[in-house]
């Protein structure tokens, strides 16, 4: 695949000017093995994310700019949210290209190891997942009510 585009990942300033207000363009991966994967495969393109969280459904965030042959620059917001591993940004026909081709590069990325854990409330369940020598693993346990309920307290969820 030729490369259109140039990635660098951005810091939080920068992704709370460039990327407020933009919304999902498309998921990076199609299996749930992907989207374990997914992280890892970040990782060793563009080292640590903005943030990590324990909420399953807001994990992690990268800022990444694309920056075309000519000198544009478009702004996207690499995330796993509630539908998974995605990229969001603006809707119009250059960062829908940067969109797919920074997809391509992270999903063909030799994934880094890692160890998450964290929290799917939905289930509700802790979740352990990560990847080990290449090979994405995830563990779940389903919690209590009362689990439940001091997790919610702990991360601030209405409850």
């Known amino acids: 695949m030729e490369s259109r585009f140039e990635f660098k990942a951005q810091d939080m300033e920068t992704m709370n000017r460039e990327t407020g207000g933009t919304s999902k363009i ?6 749930p093995e992907g989207e374990i994967l ?6 060793t393109l563009f080292g640590e994310p903005l943030y990590i969280s324990e909420d399953l459904e807001d994990q992690y965030a990268y800022c990444i700019m694309a920056v075309d042959g000519d000198g544009k620059e478009i702004y996207l917001h690499a995330y796993s949210g509630p539908s998974g591993a995605a990229i969001g940004g603006g ?3 250059d960062s829908r290209a940067a969109a797919d081709e920074l ?3 992270i999903v063909s990325a030799h994934p880094s190891d890692y160890d998450y854990e964290g929290y799917y409330m939905d289930g509700p369940c802790s979740v352990k997942m990560g990847v080990r020598n290449g090979e994405p693993y995830m563990e779940e346990e389903s919690l209590s009510e009362e689990e439940m309920i001091k997790l919610c307290e702990e991360m601030g969820f209405d409850i």
Do not use: P, S, Y
């Not at 498309?26 to 299996?31: E, M, V």
């Not at 997914?38 to 990782?43: A, E, R, T, Y």
């Open 26 to 31: 498309r998921n990076i991966a199609q299996t």
């Open 38 to 43: 997914c992280l890892g495969q970040l990782k």
């Open 91 to 93: 809707q119009d026909a």
């Open 103 to 105: 997809a391509e590069r």
